[in-house]
């Protein structure tokens, strides 16, 4: 008998130790603000990988010369304490004084130059090229002075060494780990290098694919226009369902997540510890058609026709009754905070009449039908392809992989392509515009007047000068319908009622910026 | 004896070759490994340097040879994403995925056989309406809906349970449960058939005749002779939770095999799907094999045949 009760006693006491909730790991009480979204993180290294979440950490741990404040937009000296174009293609950085890296060594100009001659080399597998292969070279002129010689004058230098690429101390990557590559060759893993920086939170514990936890660095320099960290902890969890997201933040589980669909967004409105806020983002969303007739003979090389498509589709309504709140119908092909985005261009406002009169013009009375591509987002495809069918225009939806999407798509093989892209996060429209009509593979226009005119933007450091190209180039991609930009995607952030934290433009989160109630 | 189980093996074997092969190919048919690698802002040149990187230029049998070769050298290679050994990474999510497939089959073990021993006890009444019914839920609503429902109600509603992770052994309650539902009906059905038919068969009524108390001609003369296909089938089904929680997996954040495969299929890690392919047909051909030789030892028919 007596023994029976003791089983039954252990068998309650193991149940009741299983069962008990988990002291709550988030939140103000004990000063960890835990975020989760849906990705995987393998490297912390915003180098050799440019997922949003790891951009987000990049800006609490690490620093750039420059940085954008995320309020005013306005460029501020970070790690730089002045820059000054010597020629158009010389940028002269003095460094400021007493800034030290997390492992206590003081940063000076042999770090600088090492981060960026070891990522502008084309063998140094750094994913985001864009940001560093206009730099030829990086010079030490004394330990406070850092030279960037450019290949051509890039007016976006500045924007590019804003935020997402960190300085490293030297040597940063010599212990780099070897792997097997391919054919038996051994090849360096720089990615696998935990980022030491001199951000305002430090790496505390990285496990690969599952969580990233980041501490207060309490020795960040005082006159920082970052400001100085306030909360104690940075969790990073993945958590790929959304719902479970939702579960978490609403028990208090987590204080930040961001993706929230429209549906729910206003569920957890109404929650009285949840904040809720939309915000733009820089990813745009339009149609590739192909005006020059790389794919053949179809009908997307008339004007009509693409103009026709233009005026069939509804971009508002997409934008606010699909994509839902901080998501704007676009008039351009560029995201209207981009430095030269212009948005006076000829608008096609929804009139499905008027396509169809333009489509009979064209010598399709009756419609036609055509394959329609795509990767990303199949509602928003769907919705397009209604508006289409509606004025005549029957598309043959192939929604795929991106990794199958692009080599056709690159190789001219696609007449028509409902695409996005993000810009990688930088607010130039040299990193839109130019990227879809400066004859790249991506180029459906090959029109020579608008990549004359974007090439001379791109290259041109006077501010004035290159609006007024991208300007030019825009309006006639506007008016010949080259590509038909239908809306740019937002964002919907929900937290922690408690915490303090703006919601800024740029798709991403400031931590470093937010506080306790 | 040793005539079936060399058979077997042989068998076993080749399913898991032939799988291996289709998997290979299938991988490579989707789409372009270097692309998905490179990213959405990739030049052509970024692509064709992360190709040549990691050899995806060679002919498709060669790349696959090389990789064989290795794994019998007892080398599944590298996860390009995750920045670790193959084997290494399945060390991180095997045993997730097999705490949540032994809970899951043990939640649905004991769920499904008392159903099914009741039901057929009591053929055509209001209890065998119940059991059936509340088995076959389990198969009625979809499983992510299912979990779902159970942090709505455990760990939104009620607060006892923890709703995401894997740090302790209650963040494995739900999704054992979630899992383990789905699998309940066949196990339960099939446990009330084999014992309607034992219950009537000739040496359940000897027995019976004996005079021997209930609850021992239930569960030694009729479940036993139940149990037979129903052992299979439980093989097969922890084979199925094994290899088939991607969902569950997902809902509740496990990191665990389901979830590393189909991130895997994304990412076009093509060495870790490779490996967990090879894992999940070994073990389920392995579990096959197992129930093959235990309803050989419960009934010697089998071996013969």
Known sequence: MMNKNIWAAMAFAAGAVCLAPQAAMAGKSNDTLTWATASEVDTIDLYYQNLREVVIMAHQMCDTLMHRDPRTGEYKPLLAESFKWVDDKTLEFKLRHGVKFHNGKELNAEDVAYTFNHARKPDSGVVTRLLVDWIENVEVVSPDTVRFKAKAPTPAAIEYLSGITPVYPKGHYDNAPSVPGAAGKMRRDYGAVVPMCTGPYKVKEFKPGSSVTLVKNTDYFKDSPKGQPSIGTLVYRTIPDTETQVAELV????????????????????????????????????????????????????????????????????????????????????????????????????????????????????????????????????????????????????????????????????????LSWGSQGVLDASASVSNYFEGSVDDYARDEEVKKWLDAADSTIDPNKRKELYGKALKKIADKAYFVPLFSYGRTYAFNKELDIPVTPDELAHFYLAKWK | ????????????????????????????????????????????????????????????????????????????????????????????????????????????????????????????????????????????????????????????????????????????????????????????RLTRSGMLDALQSDHVRTARAYGLPAWRVIIKHALRHAMIPVVSLIAVQLGFMLGGSIVIETVFALKGVGYLAWQSIQRSDIEVIQAILLLIAAAYALLTLAADVLNGAIDPRIRVG
């Open chain 1, 251 to 418: 028990t208090g589980g987590l204080d930040w997540i961001w993706g929230v669909p429209p549906e729910n967004a206003k569920q957890l409105a109404s929650m009285e510890n949840v904040t809720v806020k939309a915000a733009p983002t820089t990813r745009i969303s339009f149609l590739s058609l192909d005006a020059a007739g790389r794919s053949g003979d179809t009908p997307m090389k008339k004007q009509q026709v693409r103009e026709a498509i233009a005026y069939a589709i509804d971009r508002k309504a997409i934008s606010h009754d699909l994509v839902g709140e901080g998501s704007e119908p676009l008039v351009s092909m560029c995201y209207p905070a981009q430095f030269g985005c212009s948005t006076d261009v000829k608008d096609y406002p929804y009139n499905p009449q008027k396509a169809k009169d333009l489509l009979k013009e064209a010598g399709f009375p009756d419609g036609f039908e055509i394959p329609l591509y795509a990767y990303r987002d199949r509602p928003y495809t769907e919705a397009v392809a209604n508006y289409l069918r509606a004025v005549g225009i029957k598309t043959d939806l192939r929604f795929l992989q991106w990794k199958a999407l692009r080599g056709p798509l690159q190789e001219g093989k696609v007449a028509m392509a409902h």
């Open chain 2, 1 to 188: 004896m040793l005539r079936f189980l060399v058979r077997r093996l042989l068998m076993t074997v080749l399913v898991v070759a032939v799988t291996s092969v289709v998997a290979f190919s299938l991988v490579h048919l989707s789409g372009d490994p270097a692309a998905a690698m490179a990213g959405e802002g990739a030049s052509p040149a970024d692509v064709e340097s992360v190709r040549k990187t990691y050899g995806f230029d060679r002919p498709l049998p060669e790349q696959y040879v090389t990789w064989l070769k290795r794994v019998f050298e007892g080398d599944f290679g590298r996860s390009h994403y995750l920045r670790a050994s193959v084997a290494q990474v399945l060390a991180d999510h095997a045993p997730i995925t097999i705490t949540l497939g032994a809970l899951a089959i043990a939640f649905a073990v004991l769920l499904s056989i008392p159903l099914g021993v009741l039901a057929a006890l009591y053929p055509n009444t209001l209890v065998d309406r119940l059991a059936v019914g509340l088995a076959v839920g389990g198969q009625a609503v979809p499983s992510f809906l299912f979990a779902l429902l159970l942090i709505y109600i455990f760990g939104v509603t009620l607060r006892v349970l923890p709703i995401s992770g894997s740090g302790s052994w209650a963040h494995f309650v739900l999704p054992a449960i979630a899992l383990g539902y789905y699998a309940t009906p066949a196990i339960m």
